[in-house]
């Protein structure tokens, strides 16, 4: 199972020089993300807190799968609010691939990381640009994308791996990717841009060192999940997902009460069907974070039966 | 000493006891109820 | 005005030779720097102004010497001399500890202590100084009222691995992890002091006795949920009255949570930790109990 760990550098300059991603824009398919890798990215979303952070992946190509090694950080803040955050950054990452070569660490970078705190995996406008750019220049190029805030929410990591098209391709009809909530104020940059890249599916791998230190982890981990209280932690993220809510009832409110002044028959069937769409989605949004509400509070019942119940 | 070991914990429960924490445990509880309700 | 100078650093010399270094700082003091006759570079002024300041500094004369490091202050910028601008570093941070702006002083002999260029003008500046530095930024800081930024920078020289090297690694441990010190690690500690640091406050107590005071009643604070003053004196080793006092200035500073009820003699210890959080905490603790029971339960092979 360690064999992954063992970098064929010749086998990689074949690859690079055969290029065989020029000739498919869908070529890549999956990504392998090793557990170091995956940890270090979470650990430095959280970090950043509600500001965005970015950080570069090293790896190798296997076939029409990208595998990464590893992670690093880059000095780049607020990825979303600037043209291309990575170019603040270009002479580090030279540099750190550079020294990490006299190291004897072979793997080339292979993608790029950022946070979307609290709003959902996908590529924005500024993000797209970006990876269009490094799969202009920098092939084979990954983009990454993690939300700490509801990766605690969700109890499970949120991340996202995407591909972008080349400029003017047009991509067959996908099927819908796994649903989630993007907020009000996302949802046009969302829109605009999510034709223009794909989704890549995403599996992890661990060594057996990996294997034996998180199994050390996991007989304390119980300490963490009878001592952990989603709905304390969470509060400012579920404020904010039910006032995007409100504020997506209101928006289908409006619409539907001015389509209901001509009369439904007036309103075209797929008028119609996109309104409900808009209805379910928000159904859905809010059925979800009350489940995880729902699933704080039994957390903290069982807790307070556990604890607090045994009367000395 | 695995004796005193095992009483220092037993004296440790119940965890918290303060009427604080009982107003605090119930609006928690009654805000997560409300937001059911009102995701019904 | 140039054979004045001349003649004043000639007499300034003959002063320091005699270690009479206020003279030779006074002797100094007389160049005028500002008359406008001589053009004078600032790195010229800077040397005078540093080199008074200094010569008032080895008779620990702090209000003399932060005149002339004030005056210093506005041409260090323009200075490309590092020798000497290290040179004012240095006076800087030491007048703040003469003055005992503790904090401010730690801040700066730690910067000090993280000196990446080690060569000036064939002046070399060894592992030993830089060493002094940083034990100078723990003494300090320890020294330092107590409360929110000075556990700051405790944290930071805590994690500098530099310090665990340093012989006043224990008690800087102590600090940081907020246990109760007592008297002979004082004592101890008293011994590495310069005389300023051991000078008396108006009340009589010194530096120190005050700083492990407030120590360790934030201490105190951390373990007990209340406590009465005759306890909390007896802890401290001072009278309940002066427990009273120092715990109220504390609270009225904002450096320590709580309240005090006069009438019962208690003081109720805060913490802005909400108590749904202090539950949780509780049962991190009633799970590690639980643990170490069944780790030494396997170890008796039970």
């Known amino acids: ?270 008028k119609k069907k996109e309104e409900e769409s808009q209805l379910s989605k928000i159904t859905k949004d809010s059925s979800k974070i009350t489940v995880e509400q729902v699933h704080g509070l039994m957390s903290q019942v069982i807790k307070d039966a556990l604890f607090n119940s045994i009367s000395p | 000493s695995l004796l005193r070991q095992i009483s220092s914990l037993l004296r440790r429960l119940p965890a918290i006891e303060s009427a604080k924490f009982q107003d605090d445990f119930l609006t928690e509880y009654n805000d997560t109820l409300l937001m059911t309700y009102l995701a019904m | 005005e140039e054979q004045v100078s001349v003649i004043r650093e000639g007499l300034a010399e003959l002063y320091v030779n005699e270690e009479e270094w206020s003279k030779a700082a006074q002797m100094l003091s007389g160049i005028d720097l500002e008359s406008g006759i001589r053009m004078l570079d600032d790195t010229y002024k800077l040397s005078k102004c540093v080199k008074i300041a200094l010569l008032y500094l080895e008779d620990d004369d702090a209000v003399n010497a932060e005149t002339f490091i004030k005056k210093a202050s506005f041409l260090v910028n323009n200075s490309k001399d590092e020798g000497l601008n290290l040179q004012y570093k240095v006076c800087y941070a030491r007048i703040l500890d003469l003055k005992r702006k503790f904090l401010e002083a730690a801040l700066r002999y730690y910067e000090l202590s993280q000196l990446e260029k080690r060569e000036f003008e064939g002046r070399q500046v060894d592992e030993d100084e830089l060493q002094q530095a940083l034990t100078a930024a723990v003494t300090c800081t320890i020294l330092a009222a ?45 011994e590495e002091l310069k005389p300023h640091q051991k000078a008396l406050l108006p009340d009589n107590s010194t530096v120190l006795d005050r700083a492990m005071i407030e120590h360790n009643l934030l201490s105190a604070s951390k373990l007990y949920t209340n406590i009465s003053f005759e306890e909390l004196g007896a802890l401290l080793g001072i009278g309940s009255q002066k427990a009273e006092k120092i715990a109220a200035r504390m609270i009225s500073e904002d450096r320590m949570k709580g309240s005090i009820d006069q009438v019962e003699g208690i003081i109720h210890f805060g913490t802005d930790m909400e108590e749904l959080q202090q539950w949780d905490q509780q049962i991190v603790n009633i799970c590690q109990a639980l643990n170490d029971v069944l780790d030494s339960m396997a170890k008796k092979g039970l």
């Open chain 1, 1 to 270: 199972s360690d064999s992954v760990y063992i970098y064929d550098e010749a086998g990689q300059a074949m690859i690079q020089q055969q290029k065989p991603w020029l000739r498919e824009p869908h070529y890549f398919k999956s990504v392998r993300i090793s557990a170091l890798a995956l940890l270090k990215m979470v650990v430095h979303a959280r970090s950043g807190g509600t500001i965005e952070v970015m950080g570069i992946m090293q790896g190798k190509i296997e076939g029409d799968t990208i595998i990464v090694m590893d992670a690093f950080v880059l000095p780049v803040e607020g990825t979303e609010t600037r043209v291309n955050a990575q170019a603040d950054a270009y002479e580090y990452m030279v540099e750190y691939a550079q020294t990490n070569k006299t190291v004897g660490r072979l793997e080339n970078v292979v993608g790029w990381y950022h946070s979307h705190p609290g709003y959902g995996c996908w590529l924005s406008g500024i993000d797209v640009n970006t990876q269009l750019q490094n799969q202009k220049y920098q092939e084979p190029f990954l983009a990454v994308v993690i939300d700490p805030t509801r990766t605690v929410s969700a109890g499970k990591v949120e991340i996202g791996a995407f591909r972008t098209y080349p400029e003017g391709y047009k991509p067959p009809d996908e099927q819908p990717s796994e649903y989630q909530t993007i907020p009000l104020n996302k949802i046009e940059d969302f829109g605009v841009h999510c034709k223009q890249y794909y989704p890549l599916d995403i599996t992890y791998f661990k060594s057996s060192l990996d294997s034996h230190l998180l199994d050390l982890l996991w007989n304390k981990y119980w300490v963490n999940t009878l001592s952990s209280s989603p709905l304390l932690g969470n509060r400012d993220y579920v404020a904010g997902q039910v006032a995007d809510l409100a504020e997506k009832l209101e928006h289908v409110e409006n619409q539907l009460a001015h389509s209901g002044c001509v009369g439904t028959f007036f309103v075209p069937p797929h």
């Open chain 3, 146 to 190: 107590a409360g929110p930024q000075r556990s700051r920078v405790l944290a930071t020289l805590y994690k500098d691995e530099r310090c665990s090297k340093l012989k006043i690694y224990p008690i800087l441990q102590k600090v940081y992890l907020e246990r109760i010190l007592r008297k002979p690690e004082v004592d101890a500690f008293a």
